[in-house]
């Protein structure tokens, strides 16, 4: 029971993360801009969030000094890509090692401290519930803020006029530009929504999941979900879906080792990243249906005067 | 990587200008490390002993140093630039300046060099590692001693002799306590992930684990997760009992202060041999720090006799009779395993649940 508790319970913290940063890189590519910053928006995000918190002591605070840089950095891609006309793969990895760089910088003085993880928040009455209620509802606020994103994210992109002007615009620029929409200001607003959520994302894993600061210690994420965004075709629901499932896998794998089952280790290092591709994959297999969802435009340099 | 690069060339203009030769001084020892110097950690546990060695000459020395040098090409401009400037000595922190580190002593047969583990050597170039599976065989009995579940979870990187080596020390310790104890490994696959590492530390709690042992994990993960949830750790590689203050059973050390010396003193005198330090408790290079409280005397008595052992020199814990986790018998029964066989031991003791990974 403990170990089911373990994963299931642990899943919804180890995805949030990735959570926060997909659901930012989704609206940044609906809008036709490819971010492959994103690590290095986390990394910085998580420096930042960590320094903040250490030295305020609030967490509100650490998470909007995170979001800040984050999305300061991305404004940095968004204006090499929409106003210089810079190549988005480019820009993306060149702001993404500035980030990593910059990332080193701001920690310096704080490599390998610690802080107090963010405090768990259970749920009235629900976290009291034996085996569910330590599952879902004895989770940090930041947990259910992740959840939370997931359908508000899917009802602005799809239900309201703002996600079909961003939708319009990641098909074809130039026909959203003919019809008097503001393409680079959308754009850019949409990409600086994914810099902030990558930067929470990133100040999550350094003061709320693993509460300490060490360089590098994003070790990846940033790129899983930049896959996730590809591998979930654009769609709010399956891009959730495959960041629960490595979630899951993640810590199942680590379960399984723990068991002392006698199951390669690398194979099942491996594990996470092969289920999720395989998944997605398998419900994404219709070629038609990713065309349809594909933004059109992402990652073609703007053509307007 | 420009930021960094930056920030390399700066320090690296630093430590340049540090160097310059002066009259009083007639070393200048230059110290390469790969990570940041933080306050815990392997890079910090070097430029322990940069300082010991400070101490230690005072005024005839200098030291200078550069901190989180990439392994490559960066590491490569690093020692030249220090060997340029006049630096006579230089100690390389990582495995991975091996081969630079190697074509500088070539080329430059007046310097001399100590080289963080790796195996090759040359008159002016040796290396040092410590026997840390000594320290383990301690921590593994007062494991033994504190777990209830008889359950004890190991967190390790990679499977590399040095990390199996210390399995063995550790297991075997836990068995001369307590026979029954199961111990289970999490290989992460990985040096460096903080998140991951910190996972399976919980995995492993969720299966009843209640004594972690953080095998070479350089930042507090996995110690500020036991802490937080009240669960026995045993750190490596350098103190962390400030993560820890109610929960670390103790954390093994290792101590370069005394081969630093002996080794600047040689290059000083002019005797320096490239040799292969591989140091233990005779040699004062490992040891453990912050034993707990809650150890029960009894357990003390034996870790401080075997302890005692380790340094006069009349105990290895890798003594026979051993299986394997196959049941094969691997030492005799008296019989020593060899440095040759400890350098580049690939089986796990009997009483391991989790296999290497092949």
């Not at chain 1, 998944?279 to 969802?293: E, G, K, Q, T």
């Not at chain 2, 359950?151 to 199996?164: K, L, M, W």
């Amino acid at each position: 029971m403990d170990i089911l508790i373990f994963i299931v319970g642990g899943t919804l913290a180890a995805a949030t993360a990735l959570i926060f940063a997909a659901m930012g890189e989704l609206v940044a590519e609906k809008s036709g801009v490819l971010n492959l910053g994103i690590e290095g928006m986390m990394a910085t995000g998580a420096a930042m969030g960590f320094v903040v918190m250490s030295l305020s002591g609030s967490y509100t605070l650490g998470f909007l000094a995170g979001a800040g840089l984050g999305m300061v950095l991305s404004l940095v891609h968004a204006a090499l890509t929409l106003v210089f006309r810079a190549n988005q793969v480019a820009s993306g990895l060149a702001v993404g090692i500035l980030g990593l760089g910059l990332s080193s910088a701001i920690g310096k003085k704080f490599e390998g401290r610690t802080v107090d993880g963010l405090p768990e928040t259970g749920i009235p009455i629900l976290s009291e519930i034996p085996v569910l209620g330590p599952m879902f509802f004895q989770q940090d606020i930041m947990v259910y803020m992740s959840i939370l994103l997931i359908p508000a994210t899917w009802y602005v992109l799809n239900r309201t006029k703002l996600g079909l002007t961003i939708r319009a615009i990641g098909e074809s620029p130039e026909a959203a530009h003919a019809l008097g929409l503001k393409v680079r200001v959308i754009r850019a607003s949409c990409v600086a929504f994914g810099g902030a959520m990558a930067g929470i994302g990133g100040a999550y894993m350094s003061i709320a999941y693993t509460p300490l600061w060490a360089e590098g210690m994003i070790a990846g994420r940033g790129w899983i979900v930049v896959a996730l965004t590809v591998f979930g075709t654009w769609m709010v629901g399956r891009v959730a879906f495959g960041a629960y499932l490595f979630g899951s896998i993640s810590l199942l794998q680590l379960s399984i080792q723990a068991l002392g089952l006698n199951i390669p280790s690398q194979l099942m290092s491996a594990l996470p990243y092969l289920v999720t591709i395989v998944m997605l994959a398998v419900i994404s297999r219709n070629p038609m249906f990713i065309r349809l969802n594909s933004p059109a435009s992402l990652g073609a340099t703007l053509k307007l005067s | 990587m420009l930021p960094k690069t930056l920030k390399l060339t700066a320090a690296a203009a630093t430590a340049a200008a540090l160097a310059l030769p002066s009259a009083a001084q007639e070393l200048t020892i230059g110290f390469v490390y790969p990570s940041p110097i933080a306050d815990v950690g392997w890079s910090a546990e070097l430029d322990a002993g940069r300082l010991a060695v400070e101490e230690h000459f005072g005024d005839r020395v200098r030291t200078i140093f550069v901190e989180n040098v990439p392994e490559g090409p960066d590491a490569a401009r690093i020692m030249n630039q220090m060997a340029a400037q006049g630096a006579g000595m230089i100690m390389l922190g990582s495995f991975g300046y091996m081969n630079d580190g190697m074509r500088l002593a070539e080329q430059r047969p007046d310097l001399t060099f100590i080289h963080a583990s790796g195996y090759l050597l040359a008159s002016n170039f040796g290396n040092f590692q410590s026997r840390n599976y000594e320290t383990s065989y301690l921590v593994g009995m007062a494991a033994a001693d504190v777990t209830e579940t008889d359950t004890i979870g190991i967190v390790a990187a990679y499977a590399i002799p040095e990390v199996v080596g210390m399995i063995n020390g550790f297991a075997l310790g836990v068995q001369e306590v307590n026979p029954d104890a199961t111990i289970k490994v999490v290989w992460l696959n990985s040096w460096f992930d903080p998140p991951l590492a910190q996972e399976s530390a919980r995995a492993l709690m969720a299966q009843e684990s209640d004594v972690i042992y953080s095998l070479y994990q350089d930042t507090p993960s996995v110690v500020s997760v036991a802490e937080e949830e009240g669960v026995w750790v045993i750190n490596t590689s350098s103190d962390m009992k400030e993560y820890a203050p109610t929960w670390l059973l103790a954390s093994q050390v290792a101590d370069w202060s005394t081969h630093f010396i002996d080794s600047v003193q040689a290059s000083l005198d002019g005797t320096f041999e490239g040799t292969a330090f591989w140091g233990g408790y005779a040699d004062d290079t490992v040891d453990v720090e912050s034993w707990s409280e809650s150890i029960s005397p009894e357990t003390m008595a034996m870790i401080e006799e075997a302890e005692a052992a380790m340094r006069a020199g009349s105990f290895h814990p890798l003594t026979g009779p051993i299986e394997d986790q196959d049941g094969m018998t691997r030492l005799a029964e008296g019989e020593v395993i060899t440095d040759e066989a400890m350098l580049g031991i690939d089986w796990l003791v009997s009483g391991v649940e989790t296999r290497i990974p092949q």
